[in-house]
């Protein structure tokens, strides 16, 4: 008896112990309260996220427990700050997933992503938490409640009714089934462009090969064969390597090669195949919004966005569609024919020759590339030049904090503060490729902004996330254009989390509508080919020297190169978005045949045997962009027709900096954003900015 005793004994204390051990179990003792990095491991994340469901239900018993009648404060409020520690983990986990995953985290994942479904599904069906936030809901305008908090409790409530809280009998049991097995389904879609995408490797070793390629794109090729153990030059699916290559190779049948590598991922057969899952999340996606009474997926999640429906998502996409019509061929047209003067006889041009004629041609016709540019847009100048137009639009100022803990050496941690010394936010950047890590470029938080009981503000944890240009042996980190402007967007929805001043966590930072959210991100774009700005930052990593005022007029006058062809390529994606996501029946057939089927109004080039995009369209299939996609060119109408106010009053106005803001920075989802953005601007958008900015004639 004694052993059995001694054993429960020694088995409590071993469990007491281990959770002790782990760092998501107790308040953060970090900087700002920042998760600590440097104590995660692996092995704690699934104990955490189960305690924190547990946790969760627990509070949400609480709630259904109370028999008072259902108010703002004894309902809504506490539904709003619960879960905290299920929030916390899976925050971690899911940016680390994107960040810096290994194959134990995906296996991880797909132990926790069921588990997480079925707690979602038992939150959002409870039907005795439901009817407490519908008796809430219908009396909130009659309760005094103020404006954010009208707002929450309708967020609260359409969030309630978009996850099958409405639905009677067996219909939850289907909509349980097909949720959970959506969020399977984008998880290995996922999972799969990864693998797919670390899986191809093109390693050259006779330096003839190279022919074409600058110096810096050579160098940057023998550390990543460094990198791997490997002789010679290498070259993958990366931004940074694949873009370079694409441009200046001048072997054809390499480009050709890194081509089809890039066009065929996850369509090609084998293990990370994504054709199927493709047909299944459109078809479960269909089957959703089918149970929720609504014929598509896109009727179903266009009804709450700017957007309102499809048929104004068609009709922007098709405006644009004319507008750009001649722009679009004749880029075209220069580039196919500038390549036939260039080899002197006729070719049959095909979609890897487009960067690379393209480069030629814009050399040709504006002496500006990326190798003249490069050498003034250093990393750690162009970072100063970024938060630096934060400074003098918004009064903040970064300050590196070591202290922070971070989750890679690559990855560093600022202090934000306003012009008052008041802390504003923690931002992180993380800025080159790596193995665990995803492609593309996003910003994320580690906790959004909300107040506290007390009103204290507790400020947001923000990253942006890149895979941009690493140094060499011989150089630093030395950015193209085109990730410079990359830079900007992503920080702009940083910015967008950052300065945020709410009340409630739900309503806070980018969590606005999607065809909204991209505002903030591309206005700052327009910075880019500003000389003001430039002027601030531009400086030769070597020498010293500002960027000369030629070389500036030369990108500015560049600005619109290939902009018909850029905008034809956008509106090529959100075609294909909206026809996986109005179809009405379930698709069966040949994807490939699909996607050509709703490109083919776009398509400028020849399409290829076995290309295909859909199986990588990350955004849509495994994103928060389904039937969302035009939300690009939505915020593209927005950000043209908002910076024209900047060039009327200056591009570093105070004024008009203070007014966006105030309406559209700080304000989260607290009112409809086009209310927000007539605020700002005086008048609601066309596309005649857009339109002007690019050079199109309507």
Same mark, same amino acid.
């Given at each position: 008896?004694?052993?059995i005793?001694?054993?429960?004994? $020694? ?6 112990t281990?959770?002790? &051990?782990?760092?998501f ?6 900087p700002h309260?920042t998760p ?5 491991k692996n ?6 996220v189960?305690k924190?469901?547990?946790?969760h ?7 259904v427990?109370i ?16 879960g905290?520690?299920?929030t916390r983990?899976?925050s971690?986990f ?5 960040a810096?995953s290994?194959d134990?985290m ?5 132990r926790? &992503?069921p588990?997480?479904?079925?707690h979602?599904n038992?939150?959002?069906l409870n039907?005795?938490l439901? &009817? ?13 409640l103020n404006?954010?908090q009208?707002?929450?409790v309708?967020k609260?409530y359409?969030?309630?009714e978009?996850?099958g809280?409405t639905?009677?009998?067996k219909?939850r049991?289907t ?7 959506? /969020?399977?389904l984008?998880l290995?879609f996922?999972?799969?462009a ?9 390693i ?5 090969d190279?022919?074409g390629?600058p110096q810096?794109?050579?160098?940057a090729?023998?550390v990543k ?10 070259f993958?699916l990366?931004a940074?390597?694949y ?13 050709q090669k ?6 065929t991922?996850?369509v090609?057969?084998?293990?990370f195949?994504n054709q ?5 999340i459109?078809?479960?996606?269909m089957q ?19 957007a309102?429906?499809k %048929?104004?998502v ?5 405006k644009?569609y004319?507008?750009?019509?001649t ?10 024919g500038y390549?036939?003067?260039? %080899?002197?006889k006729?070719i049959?041009?095909?979609p890897?020759d487009?960067?690379?004629?393209s480069?030629k041609?814009?050399?040709?016709k504006?002496s500006v ?5 490069r050498p003034?847009? %250093? ?6 030049g970024?938060f ?9 100022t970064?300050?590196k904090?070591t202290q922070?803990p971070?989750?890679?050496s690559e990855v560093?941690a600022?202090?934000?503060?306003d012009?008052?010394?008041?802390f ?6 993380d800025?080159h490729?790596?193995?665990g890590?995803? @492609?593309?470029a996003?910003?994320?938080e580690?906790?959004? &902004?909300?107040?506290?009981?007390d009103?204290?503000?507790s400020?947001p944890?923000?990253?942006i996330v890149?895979?941009f240009?690493r140094?060499t042996?011989?150089?630093?980190? $030395?950015?193209?254009?085109?990730e410079?402007e990359?830079?900007?967007? %992503?920080?702009?929805?940083? $910015?967008?989390?950052m300065?945020t001043?709410?009340?409630y ?10 065809d909204?959210?991209e505002?903030p ?10 000389k ?5 930052f531009?400086?030769?990593y070597?020498t ?6 030629d070389?500036v007029?030369?990108?500015v006058?560049a600005? /619109? ?8 390529? @956008?509106?090529s994606?959100?075609f294909l978005d909206m026809?996986w996501?109005?179809?009405n ?5 040949d994807?490939?045949a699909?996607?050509r089927?709703?490109m083919?109004?776009?398509?400028l080039l020849?399409?290829v045997d076995?290309?295909c995009m ?9 994103g928060g962009y ?8 939505w ?10 106010l900047?060039k009327?009053t200056?591009?570093f ?7 966006f803001?105030?309406n559209?920075?700080?304000k989260g /989802?607290t009112?409809d954003?086009m ?12 596309i005649d900015?857009?339109?002007?900015r ?5």
């Open positions: 008896m004694k052993k005793f001694f054993s429960i004994l $020694l088995f409590i204390t071993v469990i007491t281990m959770q002790a &051990q782990n760092p179990f107790s308040a953060y003792k970090t309260g600590p990095f440097d104590k995660i092995a704690h994340y699934e104990p955490a189960d924190g469901i547990k946790d239900a627990a509070e949400i018993d609480k709630i427990m028999k008072a009648v259902p108010t703002f404060e004894n309902t809504i409020l506490p539904f709003e700050k619960s905290d520690l299920l983990v899976a971690v899911f940016n680390m997933l994107s810096e290994d134990e995906l296996e991880i994942a797909q926790i &992503q588990k997480l479904s079925a979602s038992d939150v959002n039907e005795g439901f &009817q407490k936030i519908k008796v809430v809901y219908d009396k909130r305008l009659d309760s005094g404006p954010e009208i707002r929450l309708e609260i359409q969030g309630f978009s996850r809280a639905l009677t009998g219909d049991d909509y349980k089934e097909l949720s959970s097995r959506l /969020n399977q984008t290995d996922g999972q799969n990864l693998k797919e995408s670390n899986k191809f490797e093109m050259i070793t006779d330096e003839a190279l022919a390629l810096s794109v050579k160098d090729a023998v064969a460094k990198s791997k153990d490997k002789e010679g030059w290498m993958d990366s940074p390597s873009i370079a290559f694409m441009k200046y190779s001048s072997r054809r049948d390499l480009r890194l081509y089809m590598a890039y066009a991922k996850c090609s057969g084998g293990e195949d199927e899952n493709v047909k299944e459109a078809k479960t996606r959703i919004a089918n149970l929720l009474g609504y014929p598509d997926y896109a009727t179903f999640v266009l009804r709450d966005k700017m309102k429906d %048929e104004h068609f009709d922007l996409l098709n644009l004319d507008a750009y019509a722009a679009a061929h004749s880029d075209v047209k220069q580039v196919e390549a036939v003067g260039f %080899e002197g006729a049959d041009f095909q890897w487009w960067s690379y004629y480069e041609l814009q050399d040709t504006y590339n990326d190798e003249m540019v003034y847009f %250093e990393l750690e100048n162009v970072k100063k970024v630096g137009l934060a400074t003098s639009l918004y009064g903040i970064f300050k904090n922070i971070v989750y890679h560093e600022f202090d934000v503060v012009d008052k010394g008041n504003v936010a923690v931002l992180f950047t800025f490729p790596r193995e890590k995803r @492609q593309g996003w910003m994320t580690f906790k959004g &902004q909300y107040k506290e009981k009103g204290k503000d400020r944890h923000v990253s890149m895979n240009t140094p042996e011989t150089e630093p980190a $030395l950015l193209t254009f085109d410079v990359t830079f900007l967007h %992503e920080f702009g929805h940083a $910015l967008h989390g300065l001043e709410c009340t966590e739900t309503l806070s930072g980018t969590n606005v509508e999607h909204f959210v505002l991100s591309q206005i700052m774009e327009n910075w880019l080919t500003e003001e700005y430039l002027d601030g531009a400086i030769h070597k010293g020297e500002k960027i000369p005022a070389l007029q030369k990108l006058d600005a /619109n190169y290939n902009a018909g062809y850029g905008c034809y390529r @956008q509106l994606f959100g026809a996501h109005t179809l029946q379930p698709y069966t057939g994807v490939i699909f996607e089927n709703a083919d109004k776009t398509a020849p399409t076995g290309a859909s199986t990588s369209f990350g955004h849509i299939f495994s389904a039937a969302g996609y035009y939300g690009y060119k915020a593209e109408v927005l950000d043209a027709d908002a910076f024209a900047f009327e200056g591009i106005n105070k004024e008009t900096a203070r007014s803001q105030e559209i920075l700080q /989802n009112a954003p209310s927000l953005y007539v605020k700002f601007r005086g008048q609601e958008p066309t900015a857009l339109l002007e690019n050079g199109v004639k309507k």
